[in-house]
Nanobody
Framework: VQLQASGGGLVRAGGSLRLSCAAS????????MGWYRQASGKERELVAV???????IYGDSVKGRFTISRDDAKNTVSLQINSLKSEDTAFYYC?????????WGKGTLVTVSS
């Protein structure tokens, strides 16, 4: 499974950004798709995941500001990021969990300037 993420960049605090991730390859039974992030000097943390059936799970720090969505027909997952804060600066990683494997994309950098 290959994951291609896009949409990172430099944004001012309070601004918005949309990340997208497309999965390709041996996709046959995806349980969940989501986003994690890792800031400099910190551990990777959950941002948001969406599981089969549409249930969503958000990290506490992003609730109310981030919205995850998934297109099963295209095997894509997107993350709408609003009201950006400086502490949102991090590499954002796309993740796909399916039967038999857990896959990660290369990170896309989101930098929030104050």
């Amino acid at each position: 499974v290959q994951l291609q993420a896009s949409g990172g960049g430099l944004v001012r605090a309070g601004g918005s950004l949309r990340l997208s991730c497309a999965a390709s390859g041996s996709i046959f039974s995806i349980n969940g798709m989501g986003w994690y992030r890792q800031a400099s000097g910190k551990e990777r943390e959950l941002v948001a995941v969406i599981v089969t059936g549409g249930r969503t799970i958000y990290g506490d720090s992003v609730k109310g500001r981030f919205t995850i969505s998934r297109d099963d027909a295209k095997n894509t997952v997107s993350l709408q990021i609003n009201s950006l804060k400086s502490e949102d600066t991090a590499f954002y990683y796309c993740n796909v969990a399916q039967v038999g494997g857990d896959y990660w994309g290369k990170g896309t950098l989101v930098t929030v300037s104050s």
